[in-house]
């Protein structure tokens, strides 16, 4: 497997990740500004918290990058935490911060379905 294949798509993700919630956070704070003194907080509330959660999945996705940076220095990068066993090469070139094989994903997937209460 090429490691320093991976480790530079991973850093360059970290990267534009990084600036992104920068951008995200900085245009929330810009639109709070903006926002007329009679204008509806309701709206201002929406906005915000719009942006913020839009931060808060690139922060989930940053930190999962992180780990994969981590992985590849500890030499455990390619190997599904629940079983230790190889990820496929496919999937890694697709998701390459995972930490699962297919299998396990998709156990995990079902296991967070089961538990998401249905409307
Ligand atoms: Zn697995």
Redesign the pocket.
Known sequence: MDLDKFRRRLLALEDELRQRIEREVESARQTIDEQPAASDQSVVDELKEESFLLADNDRALLAQVRAALKRIEDGTFGR?V??G?PIEEKRLEAVPWTQ??V??QEQLEQTAALHTPKL
């Open positions: 599904c629940v079983d066993g699962y094989c299998k396990h």
